[in-house]
């Protein structure tokens, strides 16, 4: 087998963890089965191994201002705890990577991007403008994910999750060990991401898994519940020469901050004709599936980037890259070839959500 492993692959193996090659990995497609899987997240709390994705640190305040301008965020002026996602771009405006920052301290700001993209993200936050240092391999990372995540947690004796807010995060002590912790998540659904050495995360994941609430998740039920959520994929929906406006991150942009490519963006943001990612969704079980075309009176107006079956909200669910004209929500297209029709529609499609709930 010439693929990666990660170093939870045993501990997901003797799970009944079921593998496929995903970006160069060998992950867990699933374990107890995808819709089983997907609606235990949705109502309890299921686990991810995500140790394949890349982590990154960028000391002082000069490599973070240099590393702000290739980012759509300025993570130089983030307050201390906080996470944004956002995405790094080349000079032409060009997505490199869509990735997540947090400010640890003053001096050292956290990053999180894509498997896929690691050896370009790479290229741009450890080269001898940013300075920063490639750390994806010291680290386990384990995403928990579902409403009484929270609980689970308390209840194991993680007591920092306690007080923490929706897209923030921390370094954390368990015992005399330290590990980064944040609340984000994937799903849609209330969740924390934990980064540990690799001992420590053997362990925890033992810890999880032998919780009655909680189930092992594997890419399958991930794919399922991101995009009922419209969450995109990096490399699958967010596609090469795309920028930042074409995958919709719009919200993500900080238009305040100047970053490299910006005049390029602006001028395409005024233009306004630009194709876009779009959710789309069914009005049947039937799902559309990537990489089938879109059209409209028999002309093509876009593509499905990714597409399957929503078992929260019953019928298919997807999302599109649109032209601008239909890229709206309400706009209904014909799949080509298929007795099919897909609505454009607002992102979440699946709205019930517990990502941000509040604690007192």
Known sequence: MN?????????????????????????????????????????????????????????????????????????????????????????????????????????????????????????????????????????????????????VLLSLGFDFVKDMKFWTGKECFWGKRIMIVTRAGYTGELGYEFYLSQDMGIEIWRMLTANPLVKPCGLGARDTLRTEMGFPLSGQDIMPGMTPLNASMDRFINWNHQFYGKDIILKQKEDNTYPRLMSIRTYTRQAPRHGQRLLSDGVQKGIVTSGTFGPSVGTGVGIGYLESEVAFPGTQLQVEGKDLRVEVCETPIYKNGTARVKFS
């Open 3 to 151: 693929y990666k492993v990660t170093p939870l692959y045993e501990e997901c193996k003797k799970l009944g963890g079921r593998f496929i090659e995903f970006g160069g990995w060998y992950l867990p497609l699933q374990f107890e089965g995808i819709v089983v899987e997907h609606s235990h997240v949705r109502q309890k709390v299921g686990i991810f191994d995500c140790s394949h994705m890349s982590e990154f640190v960028v000391e002082g305040k000069e490599g973070i201002s240099k590393f702000s301008s290739y980012s759509c965020e300025d993570f130089l002026s983030l307050p201390v705890g906080k996470c944004r996602y956002t995405a790094l771009v080349d000079t032409q405006g060009v997505i490199v990577d869509d990735i997540v920052g947090f400010k640890l301290d003053e001096q050292t700001l956290f990053i999180v991007g894509n498997a896929s993209m690691r050896e370009k993200t790479a290229n741009l936050i450890c080269g001898l403008d940013v300075g920063g240092e490639d750390i994806s391999d010291e680290l386990v990372k384990i995403d928990i994910q579902g409403p009484k995540s929270r609980d």
